[in-house]
Structures are given as structure tokens and as C-alpha cells.
């Protein structure tokens, strides 16, 4: 794992005058989040509309604001309102779009101040801590300067590993590992241990008792008690800073603030971004090993007992975005971004345009099997057309597609697969591949959406021409039930008859990360 996190300290405050050319940069990156996808305006509205904001006047700023972006390509002049359509689409899509590109002037002089304080303060916290470890006023007197020094690292080092292993223990406790077996064997055979809800508790249990220690064996040694004054920095000593010299030596609060960066903070960030890597690293079985030994011992046991009475809660089943994420980045390596079906009906035409999208987390795929789109009818036999955009090296790929295959699944549908790969090498991290067809139809009252795949959005519509009557569509939801195979209805939707402001008729529908294995059929009705 590399350490170059250590390095990535954001100090540069850009310059007040490209904050016109982060906006206008902040609006291609949404449009290539958004073509990703497969999403257009419409596509946008409808998702937007379903998240709805307290006011109703934020509402329609955010909307005016992103239809500048996705239909004109232009920076939205309402700044508060465009702010409010990237906090929106972050968390629709999951995507980390930057928000600082709308920090004013003040903000960005209140950042850059911060950033000297806290810089400030560790460069004379370190200063503090290591004129007293050189001195006699601290603890361990009985040391030389170079043996307590040594003394707080270890025990900061010890600290880190308790602290860090507890993100990394309360994070993976209920996760599967089996897909890390051969790539973090040391990690795979740890979580053995501590999965299930008593091996979790005697780990953090014993756990504490070491944190406990550590932290008070560190306190002692950092607190420098009758220490006078600071080389180089004599008006410390007047009677003026007794205050200073009370909190900082005595009390050793500058110690205090030096353990607290480094031997906790430090690590347990370092775990929340690397779970899996950090409960891999070496050592980390001694850390394990030692708080179930301290457990056993029975020390902690009083606090067991004065949390018996409690009663346990239910488990709170992962949300479906999380099961998504988790599905995509370590079991498939790879995950639908959206399933969308456009059918544009009218009296002497039918056509059905059908979109997908995948995003690719690993680099370890040769080839997929695109299996996706399931239609009704004979005679229909539909052209895929593929594009694989690279986003490594910003360009599109050439792609090898085999001949499509049938399979009928009865009632006259039929699910059609095709292998995809690129020409040369395989699929790497964050490549986009993208699908779409025309199909036309004689008529048409339904079509269905089949969750196969770990999908984030599926997306339908159907535009009406020139009818005389357009009834309200319908969505029937199907499921299949626990160790069977067929489907069964769970629930169903009207799906009203919405005209908008340019004269368009249709009915649409959106879910954002469907479950796998759902169906959902649509109907309407025309005359």
C-alpha cells in the first residue's frame, strides 16, 4: 500500500481568477458524468423531481440550474442554485464532484488562514515535545533523551495499530472477504476471528484496556512539569505565560495534541479509506491476538456487566446503494449505471430505443457477456451498437462484439446476449462501456426491465403521437422468492399521463438501485 497519502496536504488556494474556469471544467465533468450514465434532460428531471428539497423555491433553482448545465452547456448564472444541483447529483449518483470550486474570496482566505494555524501549531507542538523529551522535566528521567524518544514513537506506533484495527474491525465485521482471500491473505484470515458478534466484542474490549494504557503511559512521558521556558523563545518563562507553561508542560496538553495526531487520528483515517489493506499489514495479528489475551484475562469483564441489561437491537439491513457499491467494487468488479427504454409510439409507427452503461472498478476483465435486453415479438432481431470510453487516457477504444444470441424465455420474449471485449489487452479501471438500439415494432402495448446485473438506475419511458385517447400506464413489480425460480408479483404502480410544456404525452418511471433479480413489467393503453 502506498504511503502517499502522508503528502497529499491541500494547501494551494487557487488564484481568485480561475474560479470562472473551475466552474466552466465543474460543468463538462457533470455532462461526462451525466453521458456516462446514459442520462439526458428528461432522464435528469425525473430523478431530481424524485428528490425533493424542503423548499419549494431551492427546488426550482437547483432545476433552472441544471438544465443550463445538461441542455445549454453553460455555468448556471444562479451560483446557489447550481451548488445545490451538485450536492444533489453527488449523492444521486454517488460521484465526488468538487464543491470547493464555489468558495468565495472570504472562504478560500478562511481556508488558507486555518491551514496556517494548524500548520503552525504542529511545527511548535513537535518544538514543545521534543526540547522536553530532551530535557529531565518530563517522565522516564531514568532514560537518556534518545530512550524516551524511542519510547513515545513505540508507543505511538502500539496505539496506531489498536486504533486503526478498530475502524478496520467495526467496518469488514460483516462484510465477505472471500474475494480478498488471495490478494490480502493476511486480512482474510484475521476477519475469521473477529466476524462474528463475540469475537467483535472481546476484540474491543481488550482493545480499550491497551488504548488506556498507552495513551497514560504517553501522557507521563509528555508532560514536562517545572519545565521554565523554550530555547529561542524566552518570553515563555515571563510570568505573563504561566498559563502557557500550566497547559502546555504540566498539564502536557502539547503532548496530548501530538499523540492524538499521530497515533489515533492518523491511522484511524488511514483505516476508513483502507480497511482491507490495514488489517493486512504486518503486526496486525499481534494486535488482535493481544486484546483477546487481555480480554480473557478478565479485566474488562465490570463493563460486560454494567452493559448486560441492555437489550440488543435488530440489525439494520444495508441500504441498497451500499449493497450496490459493495457488489460492483468487490465482488464483480464491474456494475450497471443505468438501464434506460425510450419507446416513442404513434399511430403508424412504434420504436423502441434502448441505452445501457457499465462502469468497470478492476482491471482484470477480459470480456463481458452483455445480456441486458429482453424484448417481445417476432422477427425482432436488434443491431447493438458498442462504445468503450477509456477515461484513463480520455479517449474511446476499439471493441470486438460477437454475433448476437437468442434465448427465448416464453410468451413470445426473448433475451438477447452478446460478448464484448476490446481489441487489444482487457477492460481496466473506470473504462465506461455504452449500448444503445433502435428497434422498431409493428405495435406494441408493454415492454419489461429484467435487474440481472448490480444496476444503479433503471429508466422508462414512453412518448405518445397523435392518439385519441391515452389511458395511464402501469408498472407490475416481480420478485423471486427464496430458493425458487419463478416470479412472483410484489407490488404494482400507476403510472399517470403526464403532458408537459412543449405538448409532449407520455408516462415514465425511474428507481434508483433496483434489487437484482426484480422484474418490472409496464403496460399502457392508447386508442
Not at 428528490?51 to 448556471?76: C, F, T, Y
Not at 488562514?113 to 528521567?141: N, P
Not at 469483564?301 to 457488489?327: F, H, M, N, T, V
Amino acid at each position: 500500500m502506498s504511503w502517499n497519502w502522508l503528502l497529499r496536504i491541500e494547501v494551494e488556494v487557487p488564484p481568485i481568477g480561475s474560479r470562472d474556469e473551475a466552474l466552466a471544467r465543474l460543468v463538462e465533468e457533470i455532462r461526462g458524468v451525466l453521458d456516462a450514465h446514459g442520462f439526458d434532460w428528461a432522464d435528469l428531471r425525473l430523478l431530481l423531481a424524485r428528490d425533493s428539497l424542503e423548499r419549494e423555491s431551492s427546488q426550482q433553482r437547483m432545476l433552472a440550474a441544471a438544465k443550463a448545465v445538461v441542455v445549454a452547456g453553460r455555468v448556471p448564472a444562479d451560483r446557489v442554485g447550481f451548488r445545490l444541483f451538485v450536492e444533489c447529483l453527488s449523492e444521486l449518483l454517488d460521484e465526488e464532484l468538487p464543491l470547493q470550486v464555489f468558495d468565495d474570496v472570504l472562504v478560500k482566505v478562511v481556508k488558507g488562514v486555518r491551514w496556517v494555524l494548524s500548520s503552525s501549531l504542529l511545527v511548535f507542538v513537535c518544538y514543545i515535545v521534543g526540547v522536553g523529551l530532551m530535557s529531565d522535566y518530563g517522565g522516564f528521567s531514568g532514560l537518556p533523551p534518545a530512550g524516551r524518544v524511542g519510547l513515545l514513537l513505540l508507543l505511538m506506533v502500539i496505539l496506531a495499530g489498536f486504533e486503526g484495527l478498530q475502524i478496520s474491525v467495526t467496518t469488514l465485521r460483516l462484510k465477505d472477504l472471500e474475494v480478498f482471500r488471495s490478494r490480502l491473505p493476511r486480512a482474510f484470515q484475521l476477519h475469521k476471528r473477529f466476524r462474528s458478534e463475540e469475537g467483535a466484542r472481546r476484540f474491543l474490549a481488550g482493545r480499550q484496556l491497551f488504548v488506556v494504557v498507552v495513551v497514560f503511559l504517553a501522557a507521563r512521558l509528555t508532560s514536562f512539569d517545572g519545565m521554565p521556558s523554550l530555547p529561542g523563545l524566552s518570553f515563555v518563562s515571563s510570568e505573563s505565560m504561566r498559563w502557557f507553561r500550566l497547559v502546555f508542560f504540566d498539564y502536557g496538553v502539547a503532548g496530548a495534541l501530538l499523540v492524538l495526531w499521530v497515533g489515533q487520528l492518523a491511522p484511524q483515517f488511514l483505516a476508513n479509506k483502507h480497511p482491507h489493506g490495514f488489517l493486512n499489514f504486518p503486526g496486525m495479528r499481534w494486535v488482535l491476538g493481544l486484546s483477546f489475551f487481555v480480554e480473557g484475562l478478565g479485566l474488562t469483564r465490570p463493563g460486560e456487566w454494567i452493559a448486560a441489561p441492555g437489550k440488543k437491537e435488530e440489525e439494520i439491513p444495508l441500504s441498497r446503494q451500499e449493497r450496490y457499491r459493495q457488489a460492483v467494487r468487490h465482488v464483480q468488479g464491474y456494475g450497471v449505471l443505468g438501464i434506460k427504454k425510450l419507446w416513442r409510439i404513434e399511430p403508424d409507427s412504434v420504436q423502441l430505443t434502448y441505452q445501457a452503461s457499465r462502469v468497470f472498478f478492476r482491471s482484470t476483465l477480459d470480456s463481458i457477456v452483455d445480456d441486458g435486453l429482453e424484448l417481445r415479438g417476432e422477427g425482432v432481431r436488434p443491431e447493438c451498437h458498442y462504445r468503450l470510453f477509456r477515461r484513463a487516457s480520455s479517449e474511446d477504444v476499439d471493441l470486438y462484439v460477437s454475433k448476437v444470441d437468442e434465448e427465448r424465455l416464453g410468451d413470445g420474449w426473448k433475451k438477447f446476449e452478446q460478448v464484448v471485449e476490446p481489441h487489444s489487452g482487457g477492460f481496466v479501471e473506470g473504462d465506461v462501456l455504452l449500448v444503445e438500439t433502435l428497434v422498431d415494432f409493428d405495435s406494441a402495448s408493454g415492454d419489461g426491465i429484467h435487474v440481472t446485473r448490480p444496476t444503479k438506475f433503471i429508466i422508462f419511458r414512453a412518448v405518445f403521437g397523435d392518439f385519441e385517447t391515452v389511458g395511464d400506464g402501469q408498472v407490475r413489480v416481480f420478485a423471486k422468492s427464496p430458493g425458487s425460480t419463478a416470479l412472483e408479483e410484489i407490488g404494482q404502480e400507476a403510472l399517470p399521463v403526464v403532458r408537459d410544456a412543449d405538448g409532449n404525452v407520455f408516462i415514465e418511471y425511474v428507481e434508483a438501485y433496483p434489487p437484482l433479480n426484480r422484474y418490472y413489467l409496464f403496460t399502457w393503453d392508447v386508442g
